[in-house]
Nanobody
Framework: QVQLVESGGGLVQPGGSLRLSCAAS????????MGWYRQAPGKQRELVAT???????NYADSVKGRFTISRDNAKNTVYLQMNNLKPEDTAVYYC??????????????WGQGTQVTVSS
């Protein structure tokens, strides 16, 4: 049974920081591309950042220079360090695991989401 469990969300003032964590179980974590997505009320889910098993990261333009994605393959955990948070970062943040098997199906899983609210 695959589980992705996010933690670390909450209420923070503009300019503040939060660190999200996503603990994975039931998958060969090191071969999965891990990612963080977010969905604000009334908007579509959007990519925030991804990181390959080898540590290559990719970011949405809106978070470059403020957010950092990292992973610890020994702990089956991916992190999202969010600095200089802005009200427009308010959303539910979802952890994602993706593995396109060669010549076969793409395996993809989602966490349940964690709320991040940036407000004074």
């Amino acid at each position: 049974q695959v589980q992705l469990v996010e933690s670390g969300g909450g209420l923070v003032q503009p300019g503040g920081s939060l660190r999200l964590s996503c603990a994975a179980s039931g998958i060969a974590f090191s071969i999965y591309r891990m990612g963080w997505y977010r969905q604000a009320p009334g908007k579509q889910r959007e990519l925030v950042a991804t990181i390959t098993g080898g540590g290559i990261s990719n970011y949405a333009d809106s978070v470059k220079g403020r957010f950092t994605i990292s992973r610890d393959n020994a702990k089956n955990t991916v992190y999202l360090q969010m600095n200089n948070l802005k009200p427009e970062d308010t959303a539910v943040y979802y952890c994602n695991a993706r593995f396109p098997s060669p010549g076969g199906p793409t395996y993809m899983y989602w966490g349940q989401g964690t709320q991040v609210t940036v407000s004074s």
